[in-house]
């Protein structure tokens, strides 16, 4: 039976499909970002090429003396530092690192530092040193009170930038595909079984930019843009990936003895995770095959009770499907996935880097909204690549066909004068990471 009487079958769908792809290729080692992105239905759509999101200050109030009068009397004056200035008020309580507590009388602020007064509540000595901190933990006010000093709270932005990823593939008329028949749903398709390189290495560039991306100065508005398409002439904007995210905002660590991961830098990193208020149940911890071993080292001496195996299950709106084994152990507190993502084993893509060498600690809790919503805490945003009637995918993944040899149907008039089949691709996406200051990044190897 020639093949148009069948319906053509994106690539795409063949490869986002659990329960095509075991019957058309024997791979399995492509999942990447985006994929496990999807797979955890963490896909949203933004309008425009730029997107924002806004974290609240943090609402604590620690001060850190410079310099401290009359410490291990009732009364003291404690000189804030200049990063500290400004946090404190009439009325607040402080805990001294004694345990002691002192009512602030009052505040006077030369050079740009704050000179607090502190009252010792029920008449004991209150005792501190230069660099030694003071935690606000209440405030109390007298009788017939006023209304207090009002403080203002900043509001912090981040953001980051749509990346366009385009690929191709071209057939001439000699050099013909091989078409290939599938079943599906009861359904018989075709599709190019040589396509299947030339999509993987499209979706490859796109997990390449949600790990390695570095986020570009050039806006696609830019009127005198800086980062041009050398082809096209347009601008051209890149996306903050996630290194870039945990590097910038979250936390950056190494491990003691390097090519050596221990339980004691594990906890380090969750330490340092709980100082920045994170919610530590439940991380998943990304790594490349390379570390991953360095970690089993030492996890397979904790005894079987120690690490378990379990299968995660993720889908997005019945669209794609993974299901995949990870290590898993609890250790002060912290339910950690061992996920290895092969992206990490690509010796053409980060080899250079430290970016293999490491583990990416990603929380798998949804962070808190101000109105009591909740929101994925990492997801791809993207913007709709505009395709019309002649896009084979979806709004995420735009595939189409051209010139006079394409078996697919609608096929766009372009170089109509060329004997070839001519498949085209174009992804709008970019990472989005909520309270990226809960992310850490671990260096394992030299």
Same mark, same amino acid.
């Not at 009002?150 to 013909?176: C, F, H, M, P, W």
């Not at 299901?323 to 996935?337: E, I």
């Not at 250079?352 to 101000?370: C, F, G, N, R």
């Given at each position: 039976?020639?093949? =148009? ?47 924002? #999101? ?36 009439? #009325? ?130 830019? /009127? ?83 690490? /378990? ?35 990490? #084993?690509?010796?053409?893509?980060? =080899? ?95």
């Amino acid at each position: 039976m020639p093949y =148009s009487n069948y319906n053509y079958i994106s690539l795409i769908s063949l490869l986002l499909d659990d329960e095509i792809l075991p019957k058309v290729i024997d791979i399995y080692n492509w999942e990447g970002f985006t994929d496990v992105m999807g797979l955890m239905g963490r896909y949203k759509e933004s309008k425009q090429p730029i997107y924002h #999101n806004y974290v609240n200050a943090d609402i604590g109030v620690q001060v850190i003396a410079e310099s401290v009068a009359n410490s291990g009397t009732a009364t003291v004056t404690v000189v804030a530092t200049a990063g500290t200035t400004g946090l404190s008020a009439d #009325n607040v309580l402080f805990i001294f690192p004694n345990g002691k507590v002192g009512h602030v009388q009052s505040i006077t602020t030369a050079s740009d530092k704050d000179s607090i007064v502190i009252e010792s509540v029920d008449g004991t000595n209150l005792t501190l040193v230069a660099g030694q901190k003071l935690d606000a933990f209440s405030q109390a006010v007298g009788e017939a009170s006023i209304a207090p000093a009002n403080k203002r709270r900043s509001l912090t932005k981040y953001y980051n930038l749509i990346q366009i990823i385009r690929g191709v593939n071209e057939e001439t008329d000699v050099a013909k595909e091989s078409l290939l028949r599938v079943n599906f749903n009861g359904q018989a398709y075709f599709y190019a079984k040589n396509l299947i390189e030339k999509l993987l290495e499209h979706k490859g560039r796109v997990n390449g930019m949600c790990i390695g991306g570095k986020i570009s100065s050039t806006l696609f508005s830019d /009127t005198t843009p800086t980062l041009t398409d050398p082809d096209g002439g347009g601008a051209v904007q890149t996306s903050r990936g996630l290194d870039q995210y945990a590097t910038t905002y979250g936390i950056t660590d190494a491990v003691a003895t390097p090519n050596t991961w221990t339980l004691a830098d594990h906890g380090d990193v969750i330490d340092q995770l709980v100082a920045a208020r994170a919610e530590i149940s439940r991380y998943k911890l990304f790594m490349s095959t390379s570390v991953k071993g360095k970690v089993d080292d030492t996890l397979k001496n904790l005894g079987s009770g120690g690490v /378990t195996s379990v299968r995660l299950n993720a889908e997005a709106n019945a669209t794609t499907k993974l299901n995949f084994w990870v290590d898993q152990f609890s250790y002060k507190g912290m339910v950690a996935d061992l996920a290895v993502m092969p992206i990490l #084993n690509n010796n053409k893509m980060f =080899s250079q880097t430290d970016i293999i060498k490491s583990i990416y600690y990603v929380p798998e809790s949804s962070a808190k909204t101000l109105d009591n919503g909740m929101q994925p805490r990492v997801q791809m945003r993207y913007q709709s690549h505009g395709l019309g009637p002649v896009n084979k995918s979806d709004k995420i993944w735009g595939e189409w066909h051209s010139c006079p040899h394409s078996p697919v149907a609608p096929a766009m008039d372009i170089e109509n004068d060329r004997a070839i089949w001519r498949t085209n691709w174009k992804t709008h996406q970019g990472v989005e990471v909520l309270g990226a200051q809960h992310l850490a990044k671990s260096v394992v190897l030299s």
